[in-house]
């Protein structure tokens, strides 16, 4: 089982709605990445955090640290933000390169 | 202030063939991490690298695979006698500190082995 669990694995939605991407981890983390995959396989880090919530443009990611739950929102979203969205933390175990849970794929329809 | 650079973006080789991979991190940044993502998985954690010193390779396959980060240049990623079980992305990223701090990843290198 993933240590980094994401849903839903694949969305589809119309432009201009709001976007959800829940991320749940099972072993204690200490920061939580959101990573954006374009199609053309670049990564981009759109946050890390380790509590609260953060906010960029129409993105906004919030995080639970006691409920082991994080969450990425896009606003009026646009076709522009169709990619894989990949959350990714820091986990309990030895490494210390980040746990990925295995992205959900994001289509926003014209 | 140049992003994190990988090269090559694609590259192909044939089975047995050795393949070298380099990321160059961002300016200021000394710790780099090397990932793959194997078609239709998600990102895997390989090895934790700052300068000269390994800090974690427990995602590394443990034979073929080596890294290193030297004092001048870039990190390499080397891997020997490929196989085609090794075609993956291979991803780069770099921050300025460990455990904590903001990663920033590389356009990736793509390797195709024949």
Request: glycine share 12%.
């Amino acid at each position: 089982k993933n240590e980094v669990e994401q849903s839903p694995q694949n969305l589809t939605a119309q432009e201009g709605e709001f976007i959800t991407i829940n991320c749940s981890y099972s072993v204690g983390i200490s920061a939580l990445h959101w990573l954006q995959q374009h199609p053309g396989g670049g990564i981009v880090s759109l946050f890390m955090l380790s509590s609260g919530k953060k906010k960029h443009g129409r993105l906004i990611a919030t995080i639970n640290i006691q409920e082991k739950h994080s969450s990425l929102h896009i606003t009026a979203s646009h076709p522009r933000d169709s990619a894989v969205y990949i959350c990714a933390g820091h986990s309990g175990g030895g490494a210390d390169g980040l746990t990925f849970g295995k992205g959900t794929h994001l289509i926003i329809q014209p | 202030n140049a992003g994190v650079m990988q090269n090559p973006r694609h590259l192909v080789r044939r089975r047995g063939q050795e393949a070298r991979l380099r990321c160059s991190p961002m300016k200021g940044h000394s710790h780099v991490y090397w990932y793959r993502q194997l078609p239709e998985e998600g990102l895997k954690f390989m090895v934790y690298l700052q300068k000269e010193n390994i800090i974690d390779e427990s995602g590394m396959p443990k034979e073929r695979f080596s890294a290193e980060f030297p004092k001048e240049g870039p990190s390499i990623l080397r891997i020997q006698q490929v196989v085609r079980g090794d075609s993956a992305a291979y991803f780069c990223a770099s921050s300025r500190g460990g455990l904590g701090n903001e990663a920033f990843f590389g356009q990736g290198t793509r390797l195709t082995v024949v």
